[in-house]
């Protein structure tokens, strides 16, 4: 098992919960520390894909500590330098827009202002239906900045969904080992689908 300390941080696209857990326990079992954060929105809200609480509790017993889920326990994050990198798996439009504008109002986006005052990597899985058109921008703006780096992604479903862009799970801990030498694993662009199973 690694010495690193990682987070994992959960945003609201709720139908990829479920393999996002999954990835959350091969990191588990590979990196010595791993905590869990999770959104507001995520930890406050049952959808046709799960309860809240199953989700929250699951998270708890795969990283055996419990899950961060406000701003106030997100913010010691940097200060006390509790993590070697931040993951954000799955991460929505909705917060790669405020990642991209520097607005911290929910957990996930405080624990990355607060990782990124280190100078900490943050690693963002995207998952958004709208990254080619209005997320684009903030992708683009997100590629440009300091100490972020992506899991490699596609288009999920070029049919159904021409404008939906999802990272490739399977990749998360490949960008996690890039993003701890400073590196962005390539290539970032990945042909359709994403992600095969």
Same mark, same amino acid.
């Given at each position: 098992m690694?010495?690193?300390?990682?987070?994992?941080?959960?945003? %609201?696209?709720?139908?990829?919960w479920?393999?996002? *857990?999954? *990835?959350l326990?091969?990191? #588990?079992?590979?990196?010595e520390? *791993?905590?869990?954060? $999770?959104?507001?929105?995520? &930890?406050?809200?049952?959808?046709?894909?799960?309860c809240?609480?199953?989700?929250?509790?699951?998270?708890?017993?795969i990283?055996?500590?419990?899950?961060? &889920?406000?701003? $106030?326990?997100?913010e010691?994050?940097?200060?006390?330098?509790?993590?070697? $990198? @931040?993951?954000?798996?799955p991460?929505? %439009?909705?917060t790669l827009a405020?990642?991209? @504008?520097?607005?911290?109002? /929910?957990?996930?986006?405080? #624990?990355?202002k &607060? +990782?990124?005052?280190?100078?900490?990597?943050?690693v963002?899985a995207? /998952?958004?239906?709208d990254? @080619?058109s #209005? /997320?684009?921008?903030?992708?683009?703006?997100?590629?440009?900045k300091? +100490?972020?780096?992506? *899991?490699?992604?596609?288009?999920?479903?070029?049919?159904?969904?021409?404008? &939906?862009?999802?990272a490739d799970?399977?990749? $998360?801990?490949?960008?996690?080992e890039?993003?701890?030498?400073?590196r962005?694993?390539?290539?970032?662009?990945?042909?359709?689908? #994403?992600a095969?199973?």
């Amino acid at each position: 098992m690694e010495q690193a300390r990682i987070g994992f941080a959960f945003c %609201g696209s709720f139908c990829t919960w479920g393999r996002a *857990v999954e *990835v959350l326990r091969q990191t #588990a079992q590979r990196y010595e520390t *791993v905590i869990p954060i $999770v959104s507001e929105r995520g &930890s406050g809200t049952d959808t046709r894909f799960g309860c809240a609480r199953d989700f929250l509790e699951e998270m708890e017993r795969i990283c055996g500590r419990p899950v961060i &889920s406000t701003v $106030v326990q997100a913010e010691p994050i940097g200060p006390k330098g509790l993590l070697d $990198v @931040l993951v954000i798996c799955p991460c929505t %439009g909705n917060t790669l827009a405020k990642l991209a @504008l520097g607005i911290t109002d /929910s957990t996930v986006t405080m #624990a990355a202002k &607060s +990782h990124l005052r280190r100078g900490g990597a943050v690693v963002i899985a995207l /998952s958004t239906n709208d990254g @080619l058109s #209005a /997320s684009a921008k903030n992708i683009g703006a997100l590629l440009d900045k300091k +100490h972020v780096y992506f *899991v490699p992604f596609g288009q999920d479903d070029p049919a159904g969904k021409p404008r &939906s862009l999802q990272a490739d799970f399977t990749q $998360v801990t490949q960008a996690v080992e890039a993003a701890r030498q400073g590196r962005q694993l390539q290539p970032i662009l990945l042909g359709c689908p #994403a992600a095969e199973g």
